[in-house]
């Protein structure tokens, strides 16, 4: 058997992050798992992060890095691979990747959420040619362009608003006729002249020939579908728990949540869930950081039992 980890984190978000620095600052061998380039999760979709303690209107960027830089400082490994499946041999657990296997003896699931889509026609195939779900990566390329942003939420409002500095013209396109956005983000959001409210609308097909040039909408209270013309489409409709991967292995909720109290504690023992990926209130960066230290407490318990 090749190297046996005292814990092995599966993602690298806010959870991730703080699960190996607290692992680290234990004593335990860590490996983190991150399947992106970059560490930081959902946060780097963020412009700016205003409700951090201590960091007032630091960019999720900028907090990734400060985030990665505290793990790294701390020592543990890190290893780029897309987990496939984790399976259990007696009290170890084989986290199975693309190429290889890799042995722990507890693991911390933090893959956090995925970015949920419209599948409508056109969004697969113009997805990175106009179609994107990250308006802070992807914005600077629409300077001075029409471009529509699909939501309804704090995401999705602070989407458009961050558009609206560049672009000509943002259409802010939602199924209801009124936003479950943060009051303070929904006034912020009225008073943008560049965002123009598409009330009661869901959008059919995206398309374009190779880039997005156009949008069908269609209502939701029996008025005609509208053709417009936009350079971009930002997807922001949500999120979906990254768990399937792990759906036959620890029980999850029926929205494919994870199963797990504040201690992370999930169906199987010695596997702990942090972050999105978990059944919570309130999924938050500072929720998430707190989910991983708890989630370490957790397993210096159970490594006790050993």
């Known amino acids: ?20 620095i607290y692992g680290r600052r234990a004593g335990l061998s860590t490996l983190i798992i991150e399947g992106n380039y970059i560490q930081g999760g959902q946060i780097l979709n963020t412009y700016e992060v205003d409700n951090y303690p201590g960091l007032p209107g630091i960019s999720g960027m900028d907090l990734a890095d400060k985030m990665k830089d505290h793990m790294m400082a701390q020592g543990a490994d890190i290893l780029r691979a897309r987990v496939t499946g984790i399976s259990l ?3 170890k657990k084989v986290v199975h990747t693309q190429k290889e296997k890799i042995y722990g003896k507890t693991v911390i699931l933090a893959a956090g959420a995925v970015h949920r889509k419209l599948a409508v026609p056109g969004e697969e195939e113009l997805t990175g040619r ?19 942003v699909i939501g309804g939420g704090d995401v999705a409002v602070e989407d458009a608003i961050f558009l609206a500095r560049g672009c000509k013209k943002v259409y802010m396109i939602h199924r209801r006729d009124e936003l479950r956005a943060a009051k303070s983000l ?40 509208l053709r417009l013309d936009v350079d971009g489409v930002f997807v922001a409709g949500g999120i979906t728990p990254d768990t399937e991967f792990v759906k036959d292995l620890v029980e999850l909720d029926a929205s494919g949540y994870i199963v797990a109290g504040e201690d992370g504690k999930t169906s199987v023992p010695g596997i702990y ?10 999924r938050q960066i500072i929720t998430a950081a707190a989910d991983g230290a708890n989630c370490i407490t957790s397993v ?7």
């Open 1 to 20: 058997m090749e190297n046996l980890y005292d814990v092995i984190v599966i993602g690298s978000g806010p959870a991730g992050i703080t699960a190996g």
């Open 300 to 306: 210096e318990e159970y490594l006790r039992t050993m």
């Open 130 to 148: 106009g179609v994107s779900y990250c308006a802070t990566c992807d914005g600077a390329f629409f300077r001075d362009k029409t471009v529509a």
């Open 186 to 225: 929904q006034d912020a959001l009225f008073a943008t002249p560049q965002v123009e409210m598409c009330w009661n609308r869901t959008v059919s097909e995206i398309g374009g020939e190779n880039q997005v040039q156009w949008i069908t909408v269609d209502s939701t209270v029996g008025e005609e579908s």
């Open 273 to 282: 869930a942090a972050g999105d990926i978990r059944t919570k209130p309130l």
């Open 89 to 91: 041999e007696g009290d």
